[in-house]
């Protein structure tokens, strides 16, 4: 993590952080930054919208099923096309894509130049904006091949292989985190100013707390070796925590601890959350900070994507409370 200013006394701002970043790699072009710029421009405007959905009848379906099979929202939509838009005039961009579009946007493709691809999903647990609940956007940057002809295959990359990955949560306040590879630094938007200022940097997880935190409503359709590690749980004094958002279950888990599970159900064998764009850059995030991430008894950064919907089951947060549930899932296998 680079040396900047203290995050005690000194006004640091993401755009502060992203060159002092820069200026670590000598020859850096600049690229990398405009594209984490964009990502930042493009959530303050989400934050805005966000904020202001209800008042402007902005809430409630928007009437299509996306390629998920699920009903999209109009914020859905909305935050989509905010990416789109603040990301699309990037020139160093050679592929979009996004949870809300069945096939990745090409912006340019192998002579043209393009040296990173983004992948976003653009407004995670929207579904719960109707009761004004915490919403996210997850993005990851990944490197182009422009020697790979399909748009797909080039993004279909482990996510060890991601150069960057974070999210933007809207809460109370509106909260970007993000990782190079360096750690991992917590930044709040300072809406008087209209600037993301560090407030944390080099997070790191507490290697053990005591809370689980599942949809404990599909639990009969868990595999054995998760129903056994529940059983355990509840034997055990852990409490559990559930918002039924990515963005806002992380944060809690980054911040103060504790093990997130997603596993295979009757609805979703494979599990629910999209490996490109949610369970990689949440993984790297976690591991950044000193935790673990899975997909069943793979570490998530290992498993080797196919396509760009791909599904998988999910485990990470704390260290020994990973390893606690992958005892359960090994010894059922
Ligand atoms: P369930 C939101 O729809 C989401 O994709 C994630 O944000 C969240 O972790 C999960 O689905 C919640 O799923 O089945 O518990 O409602």
């Not at 069945?102 to 647990?125: A, N, S």
């Not at 707390?209 to 868990?222: P, T």
């Not at 601890?257 to 949610?278: C, I, M, N, Q, W």
């Not at 020994?320 to 549930?325: G, M, S």
Request: glycine share 8%.
């Amino acid at each position: 993590m680079s040396q900047g200013p203290s995050s005690t006394n000194n006004l640091y701002s993401l755009q502060s952080h992203i060159l002092s970043e820069e200026a670590l790699h000598p020859g850096a072009s600049g690229d990398f930054s405009w594209i984490v710029s964009a990502i930042s421009l493009a959530g303050k405007a989400i934050a805005h919208r966000v904020r202001r959905a209800r008042l402007e009848n902005a809430l409630g379906e928007a009437g299509e099923t996306n390629v998920q099979g699920e009903s999209q929202q109009r914020m859905d939509v909305i935050a989509n096309e905010i990416l789109m838009r603040c990301l699309g005039s990037r020139a160093s961009i050679a592929v979009l894509a996004s949870e809300e579009d069945e096939e990745p946007t090409i912006m340019r493709r192998g002579r043209e130049g393009g040296k990173y691809c983004v992948l976003f999903d653009p407004l995670d647990g929207s579904s719960t904006l109707d009761a004004n609940g915490a919403v996210g956007t997850i993005f990851t940057i990944l490197r182009n091949d422009p020697l790979i002809e399909s748009a797909e295959k080039t993004i279909c990359q482990p996510g060890r292989k991601q150069i960057a990955a974070g999210y933007i949560l809207y809460g109370p306040s509106t909260a970007f985190v993000i990782t190079t590879g360096s750690g991992v630094a917590l930044f709040e938007l300072d809406p008087f100013i209209g600037s993301f200022i560090l407030v944390q940097r080099d997070i790191r997880i507490p290697t053990a707390k005591r809370v689980y935190s599942v949809n404990e409503a599909y639990s009969a359709s868990f595999p054995s070796g998760y129903q056994a590690y529940l059983t355990w749980a509840h034997a055990n004094d852990y409490s559990s925590r559930y918002i039924g958002s990515l963005c806002a279950d992380v944060h809690r888990i980054l911040l103060s601890g504790g093990v997130f599970l997603y596993p295979p159900t009757t609805s979703h064998a494979d599990g629910k959350l999209r490996l490109l764009y949610e369970a990689n850059p949440m993984g790297m995030i976690v591991e950044q900070a000193g935790g673990l991430s899975y997909c069943a008894t793979t570490p998530t950064l290992d498993v080797q994507p196919t396509k760009l919907h791909q599904r998988v089951p999910l485990v990470l947060g704390s260290a020994d409370e990973v390893r606690t549930v992958l005892r359960h899932i090994e010894a059922k296998r």
